[in-house]
């Protein structure tokens, strides 16, 4: 049973930094693709960032690029999400996604398991 565990979501103000977690159990860790999403009230759930199962390749959002890093520790089967210079509109709960195909996805289409989601708050 596939389980992926966000943690590291906080209240926060503007300009600051948080470090998302994401803890995978039940699948072949170094065979997935990772990412985040994130979805806001009343809003669909968006693409943040991506990477490839051996971490050499990484996507972002366009809104999210030079502030946030995604990186991932395959010995601990776990991903990250550093997000620096914080604005209100970051504001949303963070999902970890896991992808079987391996390589940088954007879509929710290519998600295979989801988390629970983190809360992110980010105050002006």
């Known amino acids: 049973q596939v389980q992926l565990v966000e943690s590291g979501g906080a209240l926060v103000q503007a300009g600051g930094s948080l470090r998302l977690s994401c803890a995978a159990s039940?699948?072949?860790?170094?065979?997935?693709?990772m990412g985040w999403f994130r979805q806001a009230p009343g809003k669909e759930r968006e693409f943040v960032a991506s990477?490839?199962?051996?971490?050499?390749?990484?996507y972002y959002a366009d809104s999210v690029k030079s502030r946030f890093t995604i990186s991932r520790d395959n010995a601990k089967n776990t991903v990250y999400l550093q997000m620096n210079s914080l604005k209100p509109e970051d504001t949303a709960v963070y999902y970890c996604?896991?992808?079987?195909?391996?390589?940088?996805?954007?879509?929710?289409?290519?998600?295979?398991?989801w988390g629970q989601g983190t809360q992110v708050t980010v105050s002006s």
């Open positions: 996604a896991a992808s079987r195909g391996g390589t940088t996805f954007t879509r929710v289409a290519m998600v295979a398991s």
């Open positions: 990477i490839s199962w051996g971490g050499r390749s990484t």
């Open positions: 039940g699948i072949t860790f170094s065979n997935y693709a």
